[in-house]
């Protein structure tokens, strides 16, 4: 029987997370303020505490995973490494396929890694009321179970379509002891500005993000929590990369091409940074940032200075953006919705080391039915995108015979997105391509910034 997992022991889950600016070729852009000017960290203790702020902005590779972090992580961690072989015969490829499976957290994705990493630090600072925007729900159940552990309570803006859509991710958040709140919401000034011009509109994660970020900007006792794009966040998620290191020498291979999905950047940077840095060292590992064609901000968005949210509250990063005020179309489902790109994820694309691909909803959906019905595990519907790429690779790989070595993130599991799945079958749901005008008319309406 060839072995289909590749297990560590617990005392193998990582000491350090691994921090890819060390070993950025080129020094980041800096983080700009209102006025176009660099800001210090201090501009974000408002919210953040100063360990994170301090991650934020450390240079140094490799940084200590506090002993409680460590212990929680337990719950759920090493995640399996698995081979794949049921889709590699179902597609007769001769590629070799593996998964790390992060929807065994507890939570059911990846972002449990930095949630319990962001509560304990704030815990540490002696912060006890959070707050934070989910789309999906898998943010925001994952710290709300965070916040539960550490005796944090949670407050959570969902994206109103989602909150509607997922009503059993919302009683989830709240069996972990979080309030939810449809955003926009009357709680900010930001909300009732959106709901005052449109009182249907559905929400996005970036006025989500305002919403969040207001209520802890004027509240001392209150701090913010984001699940991916920053620094910190990708820094957290490397311990599934480095987990996967190890676990492809137990295996005695090593990946040719690596694909996650991508939305703000975090498990794409967490699988993918601790093996950039082996391309650094000379290995030829390909890293494959997969997006959805509704929400194509690497692949069709500008490379420039934007804001975070919708209403301009965060700083100005350098990122792939659709613009600050992309409204995604509620009929697309899933949590890959975010205009922008994480600074690093998008420095390393305009760099080339690393690529993006963009795929249309109903062939993600495919791909997440055949790998459920080869491996049984039913994806979320953000993994299915790094699986359509994954096997579009293995069908190429059939066709020209080559045996190549491909690794995907499976970032989550897709027991509460089933109503999505219903829609796929019912013929529901539809491809639809981000416009060009409006990928254009954002330019228009980037911040202005000193070149
Ligand atoms: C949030 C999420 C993603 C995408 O977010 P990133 O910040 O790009 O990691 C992908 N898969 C799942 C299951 C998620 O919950």
Redesign the pocket.
Known sequence: MPQTKFWLPESEIPTHWYNMVADLPNPPAPVLGPDGQPIGPDALSAIFPDAVIEQEVSRERWIPIPEPVRELYQLWRPTPLIRAHRLEAALGTPAHIYYKYEGASPAG???LNSAIAQAYYNRLEGVTRMTTETG?G??GSSLALAGQMFGIEVRIYMVKVSYQQKPFRRSMMQTWGATVLASPSMESTSGRAALAQDADNPGSLGLAIAEAVEEAASRSDTNYGL???LNHVLLHQTVIGLEARKQFALAGEYPDVIFA????????GGVAFPFLADKAGGRTVRLVAVEPASCPSLTRGHYAYDFGDTVGLTPLMKQYTLGHDFMPPSIHAG??RYHGASALVSQLYHERLIEAVAVPQLATFEAGVTFARAEGIIP?P??CHAIRACIDEALQCKDSGEPRVLFFNL??HGHFDMASYDKYFNGELEDYAYPEEAIIAALARLPKVPA
Request: glycine share 24%; charged share 10%.
């Open positions: 994705s990846h972002k999906a898998q943010w699940g991916s794009v999905p991508c939305g703000g950047g975090s498990n794409f949590g890959l979320a953000e993994s970032s989550g």
